[in-house]
């Protein structure tokens, strides 16, 4: 079975420092890896995602992800955080016929 | 606009009071599901549809049914509600590739049965 594991239910970074969400997965064949935000009372929305190719993947608003084969991570990360980043960020991992998302790890940049 | 529409987005009924929360894409996608977000738990798939009159149970479909005559539309059927299906519904669809593509949600429906 799939499985995709997000550590962190929350994490906290002062504005302009980097941040790292952390997301590892488990699924059978080859892995696609996606990251959604969710904003308070929005349905989620895409950032990127990882399906073949380079390890870096870049997606929206200045986000990136890192696809680590052999620790079986695809942890989301941007340089410089901003305020109106605050939100809640799922990972997710496409297997057979299916999507599996994680739990989620709120994000709260601090002024 | 691509949109996945959802009606109503906020809903409180009582048990046993059969309820259906509409779907619906204009995006010609082939792939529809229904997730319920509840804190901890995150998203857990309840059904899928892979094209019209195609469905399958996720990880928690009892207590729910679903149908997909039309590929636009894929309702959410809660035939005798219980207040432990008080929950965030959402809905969403994505194209060929299915679990390789990116998924287009709708707003979300909250659900409380009383």
Redesign the interface.
């Given at each position: 079975a799939q499985s995709v594991a997000?550590p962190e239910d929350q994490v906290n970074v002062a504005e302009g420092n980097p941040l790292t969400v952390k997301c590892t997965y488990s699924v059978s064949g080859n892995p696609?890896l996606?990251w959604?935000v969710q904003y308070p009372?929005?349905?989620?929305?895409?950032l990127l995602?990882y399906?073949t190719g380079d390890n870096l993947v870049k997606g929206s608003y200045g986000f990136e992800a890192e696809f680590n084969k052999s620790q079986t991570s695809f942890h989301l990360k941007k340089p410089s955080a901003l305020v109106s980043d605050s939100a809640l960020y799922?990972c997710a991992v496409?297997?057979?016929?299916?999507?599996?998302?994680?739990?989620?790890t709120k994000l709260q940049v601090i002024p | 606009e691509a949109q996945v529409t959802q009606n109503p987005r906020y809903l409180i009924t009582v048990t046993g009071k059969k309820l259906t929360v509409t779907c619906s894409q204009n995006m010609n996608h082939e792939y529809m599901s229904w997730y319920r977000q509840d804190p901890g738990l995150g998203l857990r798939q309840i059904y899928y549809s892979m094209n019209v009159e195609v469905t399958d149970k996720g990880d928690v479909p009892e207590g729910y049914k679903v149908s997909r005559k039309e590929k636009r539309n894929f309702p959410l059927i809660l035939e005798s509600p219980s207040p432990n299906q008080t929950s965030l519904y959402f809905c969403a669809s994505s194209g060929t590739g299915y679990v390789r593509t990116e998924a287009f949600f709708g707003q979300g429906t909250r659900l409380t049965v009383v």
């Open positions: 997000q696609y996606f959604y009372n929005r349905g989620l929305q895409f995602k399906i799922f496409g297997g057979y016929q299916k999507v599996t998302f994680g739990i989620g | -």
